[in-house]
């Protein structure tokens, strides 16, 4: 939906200008990118075989960034055999204290590097500095010191069991938190002693590129880690690989089951985090001002690219007045723009094709009846992909914004008069990835964590993460966990 469209309410803005702010970009700094990126096997940097590379992009005004790898099968069997290598001669037999030793370092390295690592993470990615700096970061380096720390303890994560490797891991992950995913996958599977090849997604590689070269730094030992770069076409030749032993997938809950199609049958593993539509449950005793911010942080933040973005809310009726108001004002005083701006609060959308599909979704909630409002004081910049935060209304819950992921800053608003109605009417979606409870009540929170199908459920908060918090989802939302004990086991053969 275009910001000209005459069906959109923009409601004023009531403080005046009191919000306006200074710009204040963060610079590059010590950043230094690369012209061009080759893929990292074996510990070394190498150049396609089939020679062809594509560019990557800042999604915020559509410059060339720097020419990546595309990777063929060819490439993708040399990155397979390297790991299988180092599985088999040097991260396989390695004692787990000094694996946990390697894990620290990295952790201490990516602590150090945050700032290069969060400039990049927005320049290529198109999210808001303060996110990938305050929340991306902070959150790698944990996930590292986290797992640094079970290298040498699974026998008592796992007692009587007998913990022991997958082997040779295939890893792809979404644009959406190109780095937090990649340490999400990387630092459980080196923990638990496989060995890894890495598909990033193709807008996004450069911060999983930017690692290696940390892991160099690190003198992670060749082939435990390798990055082979590319599209769809890569990843699948990664999960068709005989050599492959386990395939840990983020993405789409589509590119899901063609993954789980093509390795059933096979002896390889899999774990599947896919998409959400995740539901917001407001009920009349919450605290009204602070559940209105965590719900604009649920679906705003990260220009809703988050799999457990709160895109449902469900008010109960009875306040549903009080909240829209606080809702449009919040609304109105987010900053969209310049992704290396300190101030900004909502980014540039990662591509043209993720911008396309928000735009489809959008018009199609406007023809199937629901009401768009978006803000009156956001003005979207000419170059690059951007979509104006918005919230519906007038939502009925057959209504495809209602059912489908969008994946975009857009929040549908519906109501419910009991907790019953409010509990069937979330639980209505194939998804269950994550939902959300506002109330001041224990014992309501706790009829609706009974009640809620979902992998996580925040109460009284919302997108708050922990490396030794296990996510994932159920049904379409799909299955396996990350984070925790249970992420652990993902990543280990266990005796029963
Ligand atoms: P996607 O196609 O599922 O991509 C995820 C990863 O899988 C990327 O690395 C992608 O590579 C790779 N891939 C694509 N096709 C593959 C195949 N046939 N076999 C193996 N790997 C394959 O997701 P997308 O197109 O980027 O986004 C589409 C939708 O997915 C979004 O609108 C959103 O609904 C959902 N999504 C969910 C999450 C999540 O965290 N759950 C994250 C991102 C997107 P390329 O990037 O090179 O295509
Ligand atoms: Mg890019």
Known sequence: MSDSSSSVSRPELQFGNAWEYAPAPESLGALTLRE?????????????????????????????????AEGSHKDVDRAVKAARKAYDKTWGPMPARERGKFLFRLARIIQERARELAVLESLDGGKPI????????????????????????????????????????????PWNFPLLMAAWKLAPALACGNTVVLKPAETTSL????????????DLPPGVVNVVTGHGE?????????????????????????????????????????????????MDDAAIDQAVEGVIRGIFFNQGHVCCAGSRLFVQESIVDDVMTRLTNRLQTLRVGNP????????????????????????????????LIQSSTVSLPEKGY?????????????????????????????????????LERANNTPYGLS??????????????????????????????????????????????????????????????
């Open 340 to 371: 290396l701006d300190k101030n900004t609060d909502v980014g540039a959308i990662n591509s043209r094709e993720q911008l396309e599909r928000i735009r489809g979704h959008v018009a199609c909630g406007c023809e199937e009846g629901a009401t």
């Open 130 to 173: 303060k996110e990938s700096r305050d929340i991306d970061l902070p959150l790698v380096a944990a996930h590292f010191f986290y797992h640094a720390g079970w290298a040498d303890k699974l026998n008592y994560a796992f007692p009587n069991r007998n913990p022991r490797p997958v082997g040779v891991c295939g890893q792809i992950i």
């Open 386 to 422: 951007w979509f104006a935060p918005s919230i519906f209304t007038d939502v009925t819950g057959e209504q495809t914004i209602a059912r489908e992921e969008i994946f975009g800053p857009v929040l549908s608003v519906m109501t419910f008069r009991t907790p019953k109605e409010a």
């Open 36 to 68: 061009r990126y080759d893929h990292f096997i074996n510990g070394k940097w190498k150049a396609p075989e089939e020679g062809t590379y594509f560019s990557t992009a800042n999604p915020a005004n559509e410059d060339t960034l720097a020419d990546v």
């Open 207 to 218: 911060t999983a590129l930017h690692l290696m070269r940390l892991c160099e730094e690190a």
């Open 435 to 496: 939902a959300g409870v506002w109330t001041q009540k224990g014992s309501k929170i706790f009829a609706m964590a009974q009640g809620l199908k979902g992998g996580v459920l925040w109460a009284n908060t919302y997108n708050q993460f922990d490396p030794a918090s296990p996510f994932g989802g159920y049904q379409e939302s799909g299955f396996g966990r990350e984070g925790g004990r249970h992420g652990l086991a993902a990543y280990c053969h266990l005796d029963f």
């Open 234 to 282: 890569t990843g699948a030749a990664l999960v068709k690989h005989p050599g492959i032993d386990k395939i840990a997938f983020t993405g789409s809950t589509e590119v899901g089951k063609q993954i789980a199609r093509e390795v059933a049958g096979s002896s390889k593993r899999l774990t599947l985090e896919l998409g959400g539509k995740a539901a917001h449950i407001l």
